[in-house]
C-alpha cells in the first residue's frame, strides 16, 4: 500500500520569484499525478505541522528561535536561502509531512511519499541551500521515540550532498548514510568525499560517493548496484529514507549529473524491491528539482517505479559512456575504503 502527504500549503514555501526553488512545484507535481490517473493507486494523507519539540530532536533551541524570529521579520538565513515571512509554520509543515509520513509505514503502509521533503542541508544550528529544518533527522528521531527503532538506512540520491544529514549522524552507527552526489570539487556544498565515512563508533555508517560532472545513466546505475544492494542487506534497516532529488536530470539547472526520465523509474524500482527484502518500509522524499517541468515528469517516473507501472515517460538516452571507466575505477576506490566495515 502507498500513500501520499500533502497540504495546499506545501505552496507557499516559496523562497521568491527569481529563485531557483519554485514555490508551487508541489501542487504542480499533485496536479500531474491526477492527470496521468496515478492518485487512483494511493491514498491522500493531510500533515500537520511539526511541533517545536520535534524540530528540537535534530536542531539546537537557538537554531528554532532563530527561524521564528526569521519567519516574523523576514530575511536572510543564508545567501542563497532567504526567510520569508511565515517559513517557520510552512518548513514546519514539510517536516511534519515526513513525520506523517514516516508513522503511516507503522500503521500499514510499506511505501509512503512526501513530495515537498528531504532537505538534507539543515545542520543542527545552521543552514543554507534552501532548507531550513532537517525532516529527515527529524522523522528519524521522532521514529527512534515512538517506535525504539535501531537501525535507520538512509539512501540519499539527491545531485547535492547532504552535509546537514551528515553532520547530525556522523558518530551514529544506528543511520546508515549513503549518499551519491556530484563531486564536491563541482558543486555546492562541497562537501561528502570518498574517505568521509563515519567518525568514532559511527566509522563505516557514513559512505559518500562523488560523482564526475557527465556521470550518465548507465554508470550511476552500475554505481548504485555495486554499492547499496549490498551494503543495504549486511546492515538490515528497520526502515529505509530515500531521498529521491531529480536535480540529476540532465535539464537541471544546478547540476550536471546527466541523468535521464527513465533512470528515476529504474531508481525507485530499485529501492522498492530492496525495501521489500529487507524492511518492507520506505518513506521517499522528493527533493530537489529546480527544471520544473522536468522535475514533475521525473516524480510521475518515480512513482511508477514505486507501483511498478511501466507507462513511465522515456527520453533518448543520449548520455555518454565515456564516464563509465571512471565511475567504476571510483567505485572501486569506495569499495575499498568500505572494506574493513562491509562485505563489498
Ligand atoms: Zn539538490
Not at 136 to 146: D, F, G, H, P
Not at 173 to 183: A, E
Not at 222 to 247: C, H, L, N, R
Request: charged share 25%; net charge negative; proline share 4%.
Amino acid at each position: 500500500m502507498i500513500g501520499i502527504v500533502y497540504h495546499e500549503d506545501y505552496n507557499k514555501y516559496d523562497l521568491g520569484v527569481d529563485h531557483p526553488l519554485v514555490g508551487n512545484k508541489p501542487g504542480k507535481t499533485m496536479e500531474f499525478f491526477e492527470e496521468k490517473g496515478i492518485m487512483k493507486d494511493v491514498e491522500l494523507f493531510t500533515p500537520n505541522k511539526a511541533a517545536e519539540k520535534d524540530l528540537l530532536r535534530a536542531h539546537s533551541e537557538n537554531y528554532v528561535s532563530r527561524i521564528k524570529e526569521l519567519s516574523r521579520t523576514g530575511g536572510m538565513l543564508a545567501m542563497d536561502t532567504p526567510a520569508k515571512v511565515g517559513i517557520y509554520n510552512h518548513a514546519s509543515l514539510a517536516t511534519g509531512g515526513s513525520i506523517l509520513a514516516g508513522e503511516k509505514l507503522f500503521e500499514g503502509f510499506n511505501c509512503m511519499v512526501n513530495p515537498l521533503a528531504g532537505f538534507h542541508h539543515a545542520c543542527i544550528s545552521a543552514s543554507s541551500g534552501f532548507c531550513f529544518f532537517n525532516d529527515i533527522a527529524v522523522a528519524i528521531e521522532y521514529l527512534r521515540e515512538k517506535h525504539k527503532l535501531k537501525r535507520f538506512l538512509i539512501v540519499d540520491l539527491d545531485v547535492h550532498h547532504g552535509n546537514g544529514t551528515q553532520e547530525i549522524y556522523y558518530d551514529d552507527p544506528t543511520v546508515l548514510n549513503i549518499s551519491f552526489h556530484q563531486d564536491g570539487r563541482t558543486l555546492y556544498p562541497g562537501t561528502g568525499s570518498l574517505e568521509k565515512i563515519g567518525r568514532d563508533k559511527g566509522e563505516g555508517f557514513t559512505v559518500n560517493l562523488p560523482l564526475p560532472p557527465g556521470t550518465g545513466s548507465a554508470s550511476y546505475l552500475k554505481a548504485f548496484d555495486e554499492i547499496i544492494p549490498p551494503i543495504t542487506k549486511q546492515f538490515k534497516p528497520e526502515i529505509i529514507i530515500y531521498q529521491s532529488g531529480v536535480d540529476t536530470h540532465h535539464s537541471d539547472p544546478l547540476a550536471d549529473l546527466n541523468l535521464t526520465y527513465q533512470t528515476y523509474y529504474h531508481l525507485a524500482k530499485k529501492m522498492r524491491e530492496l525495501s521489500a527484502d529487507t524492511c518492507d518500509k520506505l518513506l521517499v522524499l522528493f527533493g530537489g528539482g529546480y527544471n520544473s517541468s522536468a522535475s514533475v515528469t521525473s516524480y510521475y517516473n518515480i512513482m511508477c517505479g514505486l507501483l511498478d507501472k511501466d507507462k513511465y515517460l522515456k527520453e533518448i538516452d543520449n548520455t555518454s559512456h565515456q564516464k563509465f571507466e571512471r565511475v567504476k575505477n571510483l567505485v572501486f576506490d569506495l569499495k575499498k575504503v568500505l572494506k574493513p566495515h562491509w562485505e563489498i
